[in-house]
């Protein structure tokens, strides 16, 4: 007979149930087994067809508690087995939540935020724009990555099938870029227009939160290969559709800047106008969003146009150019941040040189002047 304590855990840990009616169901057939052998005296013919009876569907209860038994252990390992995934799935993502807090916990007790680029930002940065930061840094690595299987396809000289994969992968990932900033813009705006998460160099070149796809296609072209006339036509239309684009953007941005200008100048007015000035002030911004959203399907749309454009490996030269370029301008970056520390521990060696140079020659003089007083007055 099956001991129903040996299913309680001894740990103290919750039992699975339907090990628990399984087996409280096979003692009862053990039970009802047991007295169907004991021995009963019958006293007519009635009682021995009645015993006939239960026997018949005693066999048809033990074949259909058999069979409910063997689906009850199915359902129960598959519950199993999606409960040990669940808590798999929950531990995996209370541990990447946990590095996260930490992180950011550590960042703002520096006082500050390292970007993905290597620039350095308040310590007044949201949690958005900072989520942001880290997939962007995320981004970078692929990109690198990708940049690298480029050339060495490029330079391999690969079938135009596998290079087309590789190009396709390529533009997915610059379309994910463009997913990431949707997202951020949506957090914090000012992040995104601002270009706080790109390097110091990529800055120079900010376009509402981006790269100008005009001069994009202007420094990316003349390094691609012999082009045909119908290549540099439809390029030449492409740069010229991009440029009235990016002016109309433009324009409309002057115009959000001056309405932005009027509305927090005359919010100094009265103090309850002023109040209600400066709410509309601040539904105005919420328009940035739109720019950063106009300015990055402009982008996008160049990048396939481009793509389209263009023969596979031109294309795969085209993205391996502007991979590197911006690779270019990271590194740049990183020389320039770094070049002031050096310049200014090189200024104050110098001061310190300086000073000790001039301490020594005033010691000296005094020396000089202790000297000659001797012997004017050697008595003395």
Same mark, same amino acid.
């Given at each position: 007979?099956?001991?129903?304590?040996?299913?309680?855990?001894?740990?103290?840990?919750?039992?699975?149930?339907?090990?628990?009616?399984?087996?409280?169901?096979?003692?009862?057939?053990?039970?009802?087994?047991?007295?169907?052998?004991?021995?009963?005296?019958?006293?007519?013919?009635?009682?021995?067809?009645?015993?006939?009876?239960?026997?018949?569907?005693?066999?048809?209860?033990?074949?259909?508690?058999?069979?409910?038994?063997?689906?009850?252990?199915?359902?129960?390992?598959?519950?199993?087995?999606?409960?040990?995934?669940?808590?798999?799935?929950?531990?995996?993502?209370?541990?990447?939540?946990?590095?996260?807090?930490?992180? +950011?916990?550590?960042?703002?007790?520096?006082?500050?935020?390292?970007?993905?680029?290597?620039?350095?930002?308040?310590?007044?940065?949201?949690?958005?724009?900072?989520?942001?930061?880290?997939?962007?840094?995320?981004?970078?690595?692929?990109?690198?990555?990708?940049?690298?299987?480029?050339?060495?396809?490029? $330079?391999?000289?690969?079938?135009?099938?596998?290079?087309?994969?590789?190009?396709?992968?390529?533009?997915?990932?610059?379309?994910?870029?463009?997913?990431?900033?949707?997202?951020?813009?949506?957090s914090d705006v000012f992040?995104?227009?601002?270009?706080?998460?790109?390097?110091?160099?990529?800055?120079?070149?900010?376009?509402?939160?981006?790269?100008?796809?005009?001069?994009?296609?202007?420094?990316?072209?003349?390094? +691609?290969?012999?082009?045909? $006339?119908?290549?540099?036509?439809?390029?030449?239309?492409?740069?010229?559709?991009?440029?009235?684009?990016?002016?109309?953007?433009?324009?409309?941005?002057?115009?959000?800047?001056?309405?932005?200008?009027?509305?927090?100048?005359?919010?100094?007015?009265?103090?309850?106008?002023?109040?209600?000035?400066?709410a509309v002030a601040a539904?105005?911004?919420?328009?940035? $969003?739109?720019?950063?959203?106009?300015?990055?399907? +402009?982008?996008?749309?160049? +990048?396939?146009?481009?793509?389209?454009?263009?023969?596979?490996?031109?294309?795969?030269?085209?993205?391996?150019?502007?991979?590197?370029?911006?690779?270019?301008?990271?590194?740049?970056?990183?020389?320039?941040?770094?070049?002031?520390?050096?310049?200014?521990?090189?200024?104050?060696? $110098?001061?310190?040189?300086?000073?000790?140079?001039?301490?020594?020659?005033?010691?000296?003089?005094?020396?000089?002047?202790?000297?000659?007083?001797?012997?004017?007055?050697?008595?003395?």
């Amino acid at each position: 007979m099956a001991n129903l304590s040996s299913f309680i855990n001894p740990e103290g840990s919750s039992f699975d149930f339907e090990e628990l009616e399984e087996a409280i169901v096979l003692q009862r057939v053990e039970l009802q087994n047991d007295e169907l052998k004991s021995p009963q005296p019958s006293s007519n013919q009635n009682q021995s067809q009645r015993k006939g009876a239960n026997s018949t569907s005693q066999r048809q209860l033990d074949a259909k508690t058999l069979r409910r038994l063997a689906q009850n252990r199915v359902a129960a390992k598959k519950s199993r087995l999606r409960k040990k995934a669940y808590i798999q799935q929950l531990e995996s993502s209370r541990i990447k939540l946990s590095q996260l807090e930490q992180d +950011l916990h550590r960042a703002r007790s520096e006082g500050l935020f390292l970007g993905a680029c290597g620039g350095v930002m308040g310590g007044n940065i949201s949690s958005g724009a900072a989520i942001f930061d880290m997939e962007y840094a995320r981004w970078l690595d692929d990109d690198l990555r990708m940049t690298s299987e480029l050339r060495a396809a490029v $330079e391999g000289h690969l079938p135009d099938g596998n290079l087309r994969a590789i190009v396709d992968g390529y533009m997915s990932h610059y379309d994910e870029i463009f997913e990431l900033k949707s997202v951020g813009a949506k957090s914090d705006v000012f992040h995104l227009m601002t270009g706080m998460w790109m390097s110091p160099a990529e800055r120079c070149f900010l376009w509402i939160g981006g790269f100008r796809p005009s001069k994009l296609i202007e420094m990316v072209i003349p390094q +691609l290969e012999t082009l045909t $006339e119908q290549q540099a036509v439809g390029i030449c239309n492409l740069q010229r559709c991009s440029q009235e684009t990016e002016d109309a953007l433009y324009q409309g941005l002057d115009q959000f800047h001056h309405s932005l200008i009027m509305a927090v100048a005359v919010a100094s007015t009265a103090v309850m106008e002023g109040v209600n000035h400066m709410a509309v002030a601040a539904g105005k911004l919420s328009n940035l $969003e739109g720019f950063i959203r106009q300015a990055d399907m +402009l982008r996008q749309q160049t +990048l396939h146009q481009l793509r389209r454009i263009l023969t596979v490996r031109q294309a795969a030269q085209c993205f391996m150019v502007i991979g590197e370029y911006y690779g270019r301008l990271r590194a740049l970056s990183s020389l320039w941040v770094s070049r002031p520390r050096e310049s200014r521990r090189w200024l104050n060696d $110098e001061g310190s040189c300086q000073t000790a140079t001039r301490r020594r020659t005033e010691e000296e003089m005094i020396q000089i002047q202790i000297q000659s007083s001797h012997n004017h007055f050697p008595n003395f």
